[in-house]
């Protein structure tokens, strides 16, 4: 049950982490480009991902 939620949360996560990257990169872009929040974003959704998959297949075996 506790995996599950955490896998059915996943989606919404990722969008949290790249809405607010993608509007703050318009006001610093200076700093970091729009596809590197972009990259920090996808990298951090896809290593949550995997980690919760590798969990998965632990758990079941």
């Known amino acids: 049950?506790?995996?599950?939620?955490?896998?059915?949360?996943?989606?919404?996560?990722?969008?949290?982490?790249?809405?607010?990257?993608?509007?703050?990169?318009?006001?610093?872009?200076?700093?970091?480009?729009d596809l590197q929040i972009r990259f920090l974003a996808i990298t951090w959704s896809a290593a949550s991902y995997f980690s919760t998959a590798a969990f998965h297949y632990i758990s079941l075996n």
Do not use: D, V, Y
């Not at 949290?16 to 200076?30: Q, R, V």
């Open 1 to 33: 049950m506790h995996l599950n939620h955490l896998t059915s949360f996943h989606p919404l996560f990722t969008r949290i982490a790249l809405i607010p990257g993608w509007k703050w990169t318009h006001n610093h872009s200076n700093t970091f480009s």
